[in-house]
């Protein structure tokens, strides 16, 4: 189609100070984290554990994972970073290597790496919001900025906007692809619930980006920490492609405000399940991934379903074990 896809994924995770068997003695319950408190963008957190902190760039930086950027997020023990963008499969490959990379660094420091998309209810969920852009053959021509159009938001921009809010609610699973994935997806938490875009809005399941000619680029916000790097950008590609070769129109308006309040186009399927069937019964998903990956693919997530759903949990035992 004459693209060059240059993607990044940018993850946010808690650190614990904990060795794996002690995990399994506590029963994964009242671990303690690198940190106390909430400070995001901390300089005094980042330089408490510096050797850590160090390390993550040093080491990852020679097993060819480069980071643009790493500080402290909202939470206690809570880091993230954000990788060094490149062309979409040298892109997963790092975000891959990332993430087995700091598990392996941390060992070295006595703490355990964490990359469920939400650690417990109180405390904000971890993302791993995915940065695309298409470039010409020559990789020298953005071909998402367009410098006389209104945002300089180009046509073929708009149309992989278009394209994504499409097919958003019959991929979600290749975004969200755990049970755990959709306890970050709620109001309020800096994750989108509804099928919304916007222009720098971080309430919005798509953030587009479109302040420089080398930068303009689309933020996939719907994304969390858990994902497999390798399907998720599969995912916003496809679906961006589609958009712009089916030459759809973004006709859903960006959205001005709060996106959690904004319901004109619809919202997010709310659970693991929903999601499953919704792209288990579409043919385009059939279209784009092919028949054999979306049937293995949806049988993995049902069976992932069907294993929580046989578990008696802690909040069921607290709230009817008594009361009952």
């Known amino acids: 189609m004459g693209f060059t ?22 029963g994964f319950q009242n671990i303690q984290p690198l940190t106390e408190g909430m400070f995001g963008y901390s300089i005094l957190r980042a330089s408490e554990n510096s050797a850590f902190f160090h390390d993550l760039f040093d080491m990852l930086e020679t ?8 500080h402290t997020e909202t939470g206690p023990g809570v880091y993230e970073a954000a990788i060094q963008y490149s062309e979409i499969v040298e892109a997963a490959d790092r975000a891959t290597l990332f993430k087995t990379g700091v598990k392996e660094i941390g060992y070295k420091h006595g703490i355990i790496a964490s990359f469920m998309a939400k650690q417990n209810s109180v405390l904000p969920g971890c993302s791993g919001h995915i940065h695309q852009s298409l470039w010409d053959t020559s990789k020298q021509q953005n071909l998402f900025y367009a410098a006389d159009a209104e945002d300089h938001i180009s046509d073929t921009m708009k149309s992989y906007i278009a394209g994504q809010l499409h097919c958003l609610p019959y991929m979600l699973p290749m975004l969200a692809p755990t049970i755990n994935s959709y306890k970050r997806l709620v109001e309020g938490a800096w994750a989108p619930t509804t099928l919304t875009w916007a222009v720098d ?87 784009l991934f092919g028949e054999e990956f979306v049937d293995h693919f949806t049988l993995s997530r049902e069976w992932e379903w069907r294993q929580f759903m046989k578990e008696v949990t802690d909040w069921e035992t607290k709230r009817y074990f008594e009361i009952i």
């Open 5 to 26: 896809p240059f993607f990044s994924q940018e993850f946010e995770w808690f650190n614990f100070k904990q060795k794996s068997e002690e995990l399994y003695q506590k």
């Open 63 to 70: 097993f060819k994972v480069p980071l643009e950027g790493l």
């Open 201 to 287: 809005n971080r309430t919005t399941a798509l953030r587009a980006l479109p302040h420089g000619e080398k930068s303009c680029r689309l933020e996939t916000r719907v994304v969390g920490s858990d994902v497999n790097p390798y399907l998720a950008m599969a995912a916003c590609l496809a679906s961006g492609l589609y958009g712009i070769e089916q030459n759809l129109k973004l006709e859903t308006p960006k959205t001005i405000g709060n996106g959690y309040e904004d319901l004109k186009n619809g919202s997010l399927p709310a659970n693991l399940w929903e999601a499953t069937q919704n792209m288990k019964n579409s043919s385009l998903m059939v279209e």
